[in-house]
């Protein structure tokens, strides 16, 4: 898997837009994206995810570069709830291993009023 | 769907003792992890099922752990006899296959405490 490096926290006023970086310089043509956060106490939930084209769902926007080299996860309206550590993986969506995601370190945002 | 579920949700326990977390997977899903999370290691992934059958053990950490499917909807992991060093939280999660992608959905998580 490709290694990704995310700032250690962030802070965003809460009714503004947070955009999260990660850099996966390493990525390999075939290994997705994938966003992850984790609220104090609770499991990890899934946001959003991506290979080439960006992404948008309800709870996020997930821009690639065009070299893929690196992201932005996109919380459009931040609210206070959305204070969690926030992972970026790059994951091969199929071969051998199919299906281990391996967590790093994240991001801590912060959304304060 | 009631989500992946998880018990015990806190256990208390004495060094030695033998430790059992059980988690019931999202029917359907094909992918059972187990993962732990600690301060130090942030979280890591034990081991995973797929059909039932272990394809990826390689994070237990020694003889002392295991994890059992018995069947799709169930599965254990063990920890006998248990250490001050395995406090953690403990979380399960399930995946579906034919989605293509790594949609993992992680249970609630059992906290564990050795004493």
């Known amino acids: 898997d490709a290694k990704t490096t995310q700032p250690t926290s962030m802070d965003c006023a809460e009714g503004r837009a947070a955009n999260l970086p990660c850099n996966h310089s390493?990525?390999?043509?075939?290994?997705?994206v994938y966003w992850y956060r984790q609220i104090h106490s609770q499991g990890p939930q899934y946001i959003i995810h991506?290979?080439?084209n960006n992404e948008t769902n309800e709870m996020a926007s997930l821009i690639i570069t065009e070299d893929r080299k690196s992201s932005t996860l996109i919380l459009p309206h931040a609210t206070l709830r959305d204070t969690a550590v926030y992972y970026c993986i790059a994951r091969n969506a199929g071969g051998t291993s199919y299906g281990k995601l391996t967590f790093g370190q994240g991001t801590i945002l912060t959304v304060h009023p | 769907d009631a989500g992946v579920i998880q018990s015990p949700r806190h256990e208390v326990t004495e060094m030695g003792q033998e430790v059992t977390l059980r988690c019931k997977p999202i029917s359907g899903h094909d992918y059972l992890f187990w993962y732990r999370q600690t301060m130090m290691r942030g979280l890591e992934l034990l081991i995973y099922f797929n059909n039932n059958v272990p394809i990826d053990d390689s994070g237990m950490p020694e003889d002392r752990f295991s994890a059992k499917m018995p069947n799709a909807s169930f599965s254990t992991l063990k920890i006998q006899p248990s250490e001050p060093r395995d406090s953690a939280v403990y979380f399960c999660a399930s995946s579906f296959a034919l989605t293509g992608a790594n949609v993992l959905t992680f249970g609630a998580g059992s906290r564990l405490t050795v004493l």
């Open positions: 991506g290979l080439k």
């Open positions: 390493t990525i390999s043509g075939n290994e997705y």
